[in-house]
Structures are given as C-alpha cells and as structure tokens.
C-alpha cells in the first residue's frame, strides 16, 4: 500500500514538472523559450537515467509546449534554429529505440491533431519542422548503424501516425514528398539496399489500403517514380531528354543524343566547388542516389497485392509493379513513348515562339507609331500657341 503510495505521488510529480516545462516552452519571451528547451533536454536525460518509464501522455504533454514554441517563433532565421533545437531532442537519450519511436510517434500524432488549425503564415516553419524531426530520426538510424529492428520500429510508427489514412491530407502529402529526399541526404550514397527496401514498405502498405486516389497518386510520384527518377538510370535518361529539349528538338528521338563525360581535372573542379547547404541543416547540396533492387521493390509490390482486395488499390500496385520489373530487364519505365503527342507538343512550342516574335514585333510597330503620334501632337500644340501669341499681339 506504501509503495503505491509513493508511486502515486512520483506520478504527480512528474506531471507537474511536464505541465511546468510546457508553460516555459509556450512563453512569449524568446530567451525563456530557449531557456525550456534546454532545460527540457536535460529533464529528458536525467529521467531516463533516474529509470522512469516514459508514457503517451506524458509525451503528448511535452509536444504540446515543443507545438507553441515554435507557434511563437518568428522570423525565418529564429524559426530554422528552433526547428533544429526542437528535432534534436530525438537525441536526447542516448541509444534508447523506444524513447525514439514514442518521441517521433507524439510528434506525428501532435502536428496531425493541430494542423488543421495551423494559419498560411505559420504553415511553412510547422513543415520545416516536420522535414527536420524526420530527418533526425533517420541520423538515429544512421548511428545504429541502420540496424533492422531500429529501421522497422520506425517504419512502423510512421505507418501508424502519418500514413496511417486519419492525418490530415496536407501533411501526409508533405511527409511523403520529403521522405525520400531526407534519407538521400542522410544516407549520402552508403544507404544499404535491404534497408532502402524496408524503408520502401510502409508506403507499399499505404497504397494497399489508401482509398483517396489523390493520396495513392502521390505516393507513386514523389516516392516509387522519385526513386526511379533519382537512379543512375533515371538520372542518364534525363540528362539526354533535357539536352534533345534544350537544342531544340533535333531528329526524331531523344536516344540520338550523346553524353560527354568530364576530364578528371573538371570533375576534380566540382567537387571542390561543392558546398554544404548550412540552412538545410549543413547537408550537402547535391544528394548520392539511393541504391535499390528493382526486382526486390517489384516482389514487395506483388505480395502486397496478394493480401489486397480493393480492385483500384490492386491495379495501382499492378502498374508499380510492372513499372519496377521492365527496371530490372534494362528498360527506362517512365521514359516517354508516345511520340505522336511529343510531336504535337514540338510543333506547339514552336508556334509559340513564332507567336511570341510576332507579338514582339507588332507591339513594337504600335510603340513606333505612339511615339510619332505624341511627336505629331506636341507639333500642332506648338503651332496652336504661336498662332495665339500672334493673334494676341
């Protein structure tokens, strides 16, 4: 009885101290703010150690005042330091997955609840914060060395937070835009395949039971075709397209154009000249694609498809799939194909441009013919007011 006494008594302790830091964190002053935050993570530091379990509403009520003093932030730069003071704290217990996943998890859970009532002009800074707390939970990955259990307990709260169907829309759209691109700057080109792949799943997941074709659609964008884009493959075939665009569509198809490689003196110039963005988070401005396995993307696909009984969830997944195996067989599956349209966009583009010097050239025989106009109008004033002067005198 004694002991749960004392308990009891911890408990509310500890949440006072939690309702304590959330007031200091939602302050108006910005050195109190600050001051919280740092407070915050070494309250977070030294309850870990003191061996007091952390729970969902006492994390709930921690994200609450991290909310409101990013809420109170303004300014670009002061709002890119708080979002970067805020994200570190996934780090504030060392090597404690658990701590990770239920910090991440009430982050997500938070932003969902209030972003709805987040105003156009705060929605930029909550999405930064947003890009930044991602991205630090995958620097934890990084220094676990992308260990298996750590990559699939945070697949799995990503799974049950912003893709699992309830957040609001914006937001998963915003998550799934910036996934891919934060997990290239953090795995800077030595990304493991298999945990490319288990990073790949919770979004396969999310295309099997996904009913807005809107959300599916955008998920196949800015993840599967990203991946397929950000590819040496992807990044060849580009490159080709936009030089056959830029030189004015020459011949008949992009295939005809050639790459130059660089000497090694000018590639040797570019890395020097290559710098690392410091409010990006001093990342590196140019992202190493992310290796894959097409095959392996296109079996996950498969099997999810398996399990999946919505006839346009299956069909989106179908599509993927295909997409990924003519991948894996040497064939670019976004290239373009139809050349009927493409033709018609040439012709489309050139006309254009001869609309755009007609348009030019008329409108400067019109300015031609003002100037003239004004130049024959101050003349006859001119005679006006002599023709007065002399009748006057």
């Known amino acids: 009885m004694n002991s749960k006494k004392v308990d009891r008594k911890k408990r509310v302790v500890l949440v006072t101290q939690e309702i304590s ?15 919280g935050v740092r407070k915050l993570r070494k309250w977070l530091s030294a309850r870990s150690r003191a061996g007091f379990p952390f ?24 709002q890119e330091q708080v979002a970067e003071n805020v994200s ?19 982050f997500m859970r938070t932003m969902s609840r209030e972003w709805h009532g987040i105003d156009h002009y705060r ?17 934890f990955c990084l220094r676990a060395q992308w260990a298996s259990h750590v990559v699939q307990q945070l697949g799995d709260v990503f799974s049950s937070t912003v893709l699992c169907g309830w957040p609001a829309r ?34 396969v997941a999310y295309l099997a039971r996904e009913k807005d074709a809107l959300l599916r659609s955008h998920v196949v964008e800015h993840v599967f075709h990203h991946l397929v884009r950000q590819s040496e493959f992807g990044q060849d075939y580009q490159a080709r397209f936009d030089a056959w665009k830029s030189a004015g ?9 050639e790459l130059v490689e660089l000497s090694g003196e000018e590639d040797e110039e570019e890395r020097q000249d290559a710098v690392c963005d410091p409010r990006a ?4 401005v140019e992202l190493k694609p992310l290796l894959f396995e097409p095959a392996v993307v296109a079996d996950q696909l498969l099997q999810q498809r398996a399990a999946t009984f919505d006839v346009h969830n299956r069909k989106t997944l179908k599509d993927l799939a295909d997409d990924f195996t003519k991948m894996s067989k040497g064939k670019y599956p976004l290239k373009l194909t139809n ?11 050139r006309n254009a441009s001869r609309c755009k010097r007609h348009t030019l050239k008329v409108t400067k025989k019109l300015l031609q013919f003002e100037t003239r106009l004004m130049q024959q109008k101050g003349g006859v004033r001119k005679k006006s007011k002599q023709r007065k002067v002399k009748n006057g005198g």
């Not at 969902?56 to 809420?71: C, I, N, P, Q």
């Not at 929605?123 to 995958?138: H, T």
């Open 21 to 35: 830091l959330a007031k200091i964190l939602a302050s108006n002053e910005r050195g109190v703010r600050e001051r």
């Open 55 to 78: 729970k969902e509403d006492d994390m709930m009520r921690v994200w609450k005042g991290l909310f409101y003093s990013m809420w109170m932030a303004d300014k670009p730069l002061v």
């Open 88 to 106: 570190q704290l996934v780090h504030a217990v060392d090597d404690d997955v658990k701590f990770v996943s239920l910090f991440v998890s009430c």
């Open 123 to 139: 929605l930029d800074k909550f999405s930064m914060l947003v890009r930044r707390v991602v991205r630090q939970s995958l620097v």
């Open 170 to 203: 914006s937001l998963s759209m915003h998550f799934c835009e910036l996934f891919l691109v934060e997990l290239g700057k953090v795995g800077a080109g030595r990304l493991p395949t298999h945990t490319t792949h288990a990073f790949l799943q919770p979004f």
């Open 249 to 257: 569509f020459p011949g008949t198809s992009w295939e005809q154009m």
């Open 281 to 284: 988070g001093s990342v590196h």
């Open 339 to 349: 050349f009927g349209k493409m033709n018609k966009y040439i012709r489309e583009v």
